[in-house]
């Protein structure tokens, strides 16, 4: 009867246990969704990121709303002309999404406006390597490839 007992008893502290772990995992998730949350809409002012990105783990989406904004806040500098910042916001946001035809030409147009025509050339031949059909992307490599001689 003893060893009944004693199962029993070693049983509802596993089960105690296991349930104090499980609730401390759900806590430390409930953590870093929150910290999480916060960080990308309040600290990067990143007001596209939904909490569901970061619950979901969904980095792609989220590199994506931080290219889109980089690439609004490189139109605003270029408009500037302030450069230094237009450059690395273009920069940034071509690395955040690479996919990203759109934002990679308006980056290299950028590129070609200020004199940076051997790394718009890269960029261009970058975005070939991921997307070697996109005629987008074809047409002004060709261009800048004949007009640098």
């Given at each position: ?12 502290l ?92 308006l ?8 004199g ?32 640098a001689?």
């Amino acid at each position: 009867m003893k060893k009944n007992s004693t199962s029993s008893a070693s049983g509802g502290l596993l089960r105690k246990l296991a349930i104090y772990g499980i609730i401390g995992l759900v806590s430390l998730y409930g953590i870093y969704v929150a910290a999480g949350y916060s960080w990308l809409h309040f600290v990067r002012k990143n007001e596209q990121v939904k909490i569901l990105d970061v619950a979901f783990i969904r980095v792609g989406e989220i590199r994506r709303t931080n290219a889109v904004q980089h690439f609004a806040h490189a139109q605003v500098d270029w408009e500037a002309k302030n450069y230094q910042a237009a450059y690395l916001s273009f920069v940034t946001g071509v690395r955040q999404d690479p996919d990203n035809i759109s934002g990679r030409l308006l980056a290299v147009r950028f590129l070609r406006s200020v004199g940076a025509g051997g790394l718009a050339l890269a960029m261009l031949e970058e975005g070939l390597v991921r997307a070697p059909e996109d005629r987008r992307l074809i047409e002004p490599t060709f261009e800048l490839l004949l007009s640098a001689g």
